[in-house]
């Protein structure tokens, strides 16, 4: 087909497939092209030179000497954004394979679930213990196979909290909507990418920049590593902040803080502005509003013949690989039999992770009997106990301090986008960056570090809260809010009544979120070193350090062990019931 168009007065051409690269070539540019060209160009050369330098020749113990000189943070700062973009397009395709299969098949939650909440709490230094090895004998000789474990620590960072807020967000689906696909036919694959997907993006979207964010806060632990007795360090940001941290050096954390406010600025404007402005248009509601998001760069793209041609080819090509448009063919004759089936087979699988968890339990006591001791064991819990403590107070404070600011910004475009690129950066901002403050007023004033050091384990994972709050507020109709005044709702009861639920699913969505990453968090934040000086709080994650530091693998996996059962038991019993009732109050 060669169809048309129009488009803010002018007439564009709707490119076939079959006939995209001679119609891309005949496309005359005009002043917008020639202005984004420059851009386009200076991305695509710095990403071929990054890329290029992440598969140079390396050998185990051959030094990698990271220099504090700030004019190498340029060339860090682009080998640390390359590593956690690709980290975060895994990320991305993790989730969309995780949510669509977990919302949609019951066996399959019961088991996808829970495995993405111990997932979340195992420490990102369990996976790169575990990672390290079979990457660089995967890539022999090569850099590659180091890059690839930082990527992959990267991703462990970035993936859970994407993958919760798209699963949250397909089983809150509005009824109508269902009804609405089941009116046309669609099929599981068209209902994904036409109705589910769009209807999570504005939430995904901010989950990504949250990701983008935790990645930042654990980058030190990526990028700085440890393999057969060897320190790899990577060229990157965090392993500049780990030398300067190894060299007490103020002056080079300061440089580090503005080249990471430097890069969040950047990659804010260049892509996640863009996004949100293109993401508007999914928001579910008849009116617009004053909701709109804006993007210099995307209003740019859009006056661009080049770029309005290649993406109208992309889409068509989309449209016709993915079979949007096609109409399921019903086949309700042998319904009554799938179900019966199914059912079976439902009982059946039970029935193995039934069988599962009682072989996992029985090699827990076997583990804990032989190589621990029960004592050992006990002193553990007990700590998971102080940890979980510090995690449901400092989550309690956080959501009574960030939901009311989230609602408001999220309610105000206009604030929401001056805010956007600092609220990245504050929480992007690492824990370790505060450790010299932190180490200078303990000592000096003598203050109890089980208390003071607590509030380290939400600095980075609070704003997991008020990321998820803000897309939720966002994404609240106008047609609800104009309903709301129309009423005369103010004060407490136009909160109560529209705004805390309106927002309650993505509030879930980011305290489950938060909570876990809080735990992973108390292995930094309980332990505090600035150069020769150690802060040491009681908690299951300063025992997981000082193991991890001693090198004794089976206390290491004990409290990995009791982390996981703690995370798993908070989200079973007190945050699942919290997920069920967002659920059935969307209905």
């Known amino acids: 087909m060669h169809g048309q168009y129009y488009r803010e007065g002018k007439m564009f051409e709707l490119f076939n497939p079959r006939r995209g690269d001679r119609s891309l070539l005949k496309t005359p540019l005009n002043r917008w092209d020639w202005i984004l060209l420059p851009l386009v160009l200076a991305v695509l050369a710095a990403l071929a030179f990054g890329a290029m330098q992440m598969t140079r020749p390396f050998t185990v113990g051959q030094p990698t000497p990271i220099s ?93 909290n994407m993958a919760f807020s798209l699963y949250q967000s397909m089983r809150t689906v509005p009824p109508e909507l269902h009804e609405a696909s089941r009116v046309f036919q669609l099929s599981s694959w068209q209902r994904f990418w036409r109705l589910e997907l769009p209807y999570a993006m504005p939430g995904l979207l901010w989950n990504m920049m949250m990701s983008m964010s935790g990645g930042w806060f654990f980058l030190v632990a990526a990028e700085a590593v440890s393999v057969a007795g060897q320190d790899i360090k990577l060229p990157g940001i965090g392993a500049y902040i780990a030398v300067a941290i190894e060299a007490e050096n103020g002056r080079a954390i300061a440089w580090a803080i503005g080249a990471m406010l430097a890069g969040i600025l950047l990659y804010d404007q260049l892509f996640f502005r863009p996004l949100l402005a293109w993401a508007d248009k999914f928001r579910f509601e008849e009116s617009q509003g004053d909701t709109a998001q804006r993007s210099w760069l995307l209003d740019w793209g859009r006056r661009s013949r080049m770029i309005r041609a290649l993406t109208d080819r992309f889409w068509v090509a989309m449209r016709g690989t993915l079979g949007w448009f096609s109409v399921r063919r019903d086949s309700t004759g042998a319904g009554r039999h799938v179900k019966t089936r199914r059912r079976s087979w439902e009982r059946g699988w039970d029935v193995f992770i039934l069988l599962a968890a009682s072989l996992a339990a029985y090699r827990l006591v076997v583990f804990v009997h032989s190589d621990v001791g ?17 995690v449901l107070i400092l989550i309690a404070l956080a959501s009574a301090i960030w939901v009311p600011i989230a609602v408001w910004i999220g309610l105000r475009p206009q604030y929401s986008q001056r805010v956007q690129a600092i609220a990245q950066f504050v929480a992007a901002f690492p824990v370790n960056l505060m450790f010299p403050l932190v180490v200078y007023l303990l000592v000096t004033y003598k203050l109890n570090a089980n208390f003071w050091l607590s509030p380290l384990m939400v600095f980075g994972t609070q704003w997991y809260i008020l990321f998820n709050v803000v897309a939720g507020a966002s994404t609240i109709p106008n047609e609800l809010r104009l309903a709301a005044d129309n009423l005369g709702l103010k004060g407490w009861l136009k909160w109560k009544r529209v705004y805390l639920p309106a927002v309650f699913p993505a509030y879930v969505t980011g305290a489950i979120t938060a909570s876990g990453g809080s ?44 982390m996981c059962i703690f995370v798993m038991a908070l989200n079973r019993f007190f945050w699942r019931k919290l997920y069920l009732l967002a659920e059935n109050s969307n209905r």
């Open 68 to 160: 504090l000189d700030p004019s190498y943070l340029p060339y860090y700062l682009l080998r640390t954004i390359l590593r956690m973009f690709t980290a975060l397009a895994c990320a991305l395709a993790f989730s969309f394979v995780f949510a669509a299969v977990a919302a949609k098949y019951k066996p399959a939650e019961k088991i996808m679930v829970p495995l993405l909440d111990v997932l979340q709490s195992v420490p990102i230094l369990g996976f790169q213990a575990i990672a390290i090895a079979p990457f660089i004998a995967l890539f022999p000789g090569n850099l590659l196979g180091v890059e690839c474990a930082a990527i992959f620590a990267i991703f462990t960072s970035q993936a859970w």
């Open 374 to 390: 029960w004592g050992e064991a006990a002193h553990v819990v007990v700590l998971g106990f102080i940890t979980l403590a510090r």
């Open 519 to 562: 735990w992973n968090a108390s292995i930094v934040a309980e332990y505090v070193t600035w150069g020769k000086t150690t802060l040491v709080a009681d908690g299951l994650g300063s025992y997981i350090k000082q193991m991890t530091d001693v090198g004794d693998f089976h206390r290491i996996a004990l409290g990995i062990g009791v």
